[in-house]
């Protein structure tokens, strides 16, 4: 598989089978994405690997909660911005609205769409996760710098023949997850990542993107542009 068939087969998987995925695949996947940058090298990402009987506990204890009704653990981090401005308001809804269409969910079906956002705390019936930390004095730059380690990861993952669907949604149940992982006090859970081989019954619709001049603009050509002359 060349770079860009990685690039563009990954999607955000949300419906894997029960097949397992072997150790050594996954160390020699963890293994070359160590190769990720980061400024000045920090290699700011702590990852936890879960499988087997400690992932199937993490998501008893998870789904124990969502059944519970349970209130999410109080935030570390925002995952968005309160007020989304456009465009990002627009492109969230239009996501929502294809998931949801995907899965014969009704705008209005609140309770179809719980269930269906629940299945992030069964990992999508993935039977791999990692977790992925940051010390919490971390700045900016070196959460960025997990962005890059774990796209690298997915693309990885995906020169394997596997797909993996990344989760801030594990940021609410973070208290769940450091019970089945112990990290130490300092770190910060960013997101986890359910990685498996994709069960292809399960109903998608591609997500699309901005066209490129939406979000990349070139400077180029003889001639600097008016206002810098
Ligand atoms: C940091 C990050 C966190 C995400 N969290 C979740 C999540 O909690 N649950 C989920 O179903 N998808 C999650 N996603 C997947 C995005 O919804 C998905 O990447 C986006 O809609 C683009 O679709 P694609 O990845 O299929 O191309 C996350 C993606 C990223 C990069």
């Known amino acids: 598989m060349d770079i860009y068939q990685a690039v563009t087969s990954r999607r955000a998987v949300r419906g894997f089978t029960d097949r397992p995925v072997p150790r050594e695949v996954l160390e020699r996947v963890l293994s070359a994405a160590a190769w ?3 400024g000045s090298n920090l290699q700011p990402w702590h990852i936890y690997v879960l499988t087997g009987e400690p992932l199937a506990e993490l998501k ?7 059944a519970a009704g349970d209130p999410w653990d109080e935030r570390e981090y925002e995952m968005y911005p309160s007020a ?8 969230r809804s239009a996501f929502g609205r294809e998931r949801y269409s995907a899965l014969g969910v009704a705008r209005e079906d609140w309770e179809a769409r719980q269930r269906a956002a629940a299945d992030n705390w069964q990992c999508f019936g993935a039977p791999a996760a990692l977790f992925c930390y940051i010390d919490r004095d971390m700045g900016r730059p070196q959460w960025a710098d997990l962005g890059m380690y774990l796209q690298t990861v997915m693309l990885l993952l995906r020169a394997e023949g596997l797909h993996s669907c990344p989760q801030m949604a594990w940021s609410v149940y973070r208290k769940t997850v450091a019970e089945v992982l112990s990290p ?8 986890g990542m359910s990685i498996g081989f994709e069960d292809a019954t399960v109903r998608y619709i591609r997500t699309g993107r901005a066209p490129l001049d939406e979000t990349v ?10 206002h810098v002359a």
């Open 84 to 91: 989304l401005k456009s465009p990002y308001h627009e492109r």
């Open 184 to 191: 130490p006090d300092g770190l910060i859970l960013f997101c």
């Open 60 to 66: 008893r204890r998870a789904g124990k909660r969502v």
């Open 217 to 226: 603009t070139f400077v180029e050509g003889s001639a600097l542009p008016s």
């Open 36 to 38: 990720a940058p980061s």
